[in-house]
């Protein structure tokens, strides 16, 4: 099994306190690692570092096989609210790299469209991102990641409000995208239904450290 990252000798401090000691791990490439822990443990601000360190490059504890361009990380919470007047195909299209004109190439548009049918976004993609229920708002934040081309993902909590048939779609559908598209995927939750279910390895963070173990997913 190939790496797509790894993190070594990492001690991660905040203001008024040792968040992690000496972290030592990898995450597989094609795997969908879930990163889990209590609230509060540093998931999110671990994967901020993780994310620091690539772009500057100052601190040489993490060492990835790809370049940041390819990583996408798609944060806890957004603010759209209601009266959000962009329309789904236009937010989503905000996701695309290296627009050089001012409108989208054909070639461009039809990618969108590709992407809006993998997410299953096609049939609301003129409608405004602000009606959008809860999982098709993070099917929408999934999609216009998904334009950058990524080959590491990171979703941050992308569940955490949905039910549980919406939890479970997004889910199946991000474990077919990830196999059409070699995507490497960590995805931060607390729902031991998807961990269970859908994670092929899990990072556990607890006590300042972390443990990665293998997972039997079942879908
Ligand atoms: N810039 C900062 N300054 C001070 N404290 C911070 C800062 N960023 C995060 N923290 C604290 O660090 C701890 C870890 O926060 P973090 O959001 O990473 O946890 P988490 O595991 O992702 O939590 P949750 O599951 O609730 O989202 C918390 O106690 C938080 O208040």
């Known amino acids: 099994m190939k790496n797509i990252l790894t993190v070594s000798h990492l001690d991660l401090k905040i203001p008024d306190r040792l968040l992690f000691s000496d972290l030592n791990f990898s995450f597989p490439k094609n795997q969908l690692t879930c990163i889990t822990g209590e609230n509060g443990v540093g998931k999110t601000t671990l994967i ?3 994310l620091q360190d690539l772009e500057h490059k100052h601190e040489q504890h993490v060492q990835s096989t790809i ?13 759209i609210d209601d009266d959000y007047p962009l329309c789904i195909r236009d937010f989503v299209s905000f996701g695309l790299k290296k627009r050089l004109l001012p409108w989208n190439s054909k070639k461009m548009k039809t990618k969108v469209e590709h992407i ?3 997410t299953k976004l096609t049939h609301i993609a003129s409608h405004p991102l602000g ?8 099917r ?19 569940t955490a409000s949905l039910d549980t048939d919406s939890k479970n779609f997004l889910l199946k559908l991000l474990k ?23 994670s092929d390895y899990e990072l556990n963070l607890h006590n300042q450290t972390a443990t990665l173990s293998k997972k039997e997913a079942v879908n």
């Open 176 to 198: 077919n995208i990830m196999h059409e598209n070699n995507l490497t995927v960590l995805f931060i939750t607390h729902d031991p239904e998807l961990i269970e279910k859908y």
């Open 131 to 138: 009606h959008a229920s809860g999982g098709e708002k993070q």
């Open 116 to 118: 809006l049918a993998e």
């Open 140 to 158: 929408a934040y999934l999609a216009q990641a998904l334009c950058a081309d990524p080959e590491l993902l990171i979703l941050d909590e992308a």
């Open 67 to 79: 370049d940041r361009s390819k990583i996408q990380y798609v944060p806890q919470l957004r603010n």
């Open 48 to 50: 901020k570092h993780i």
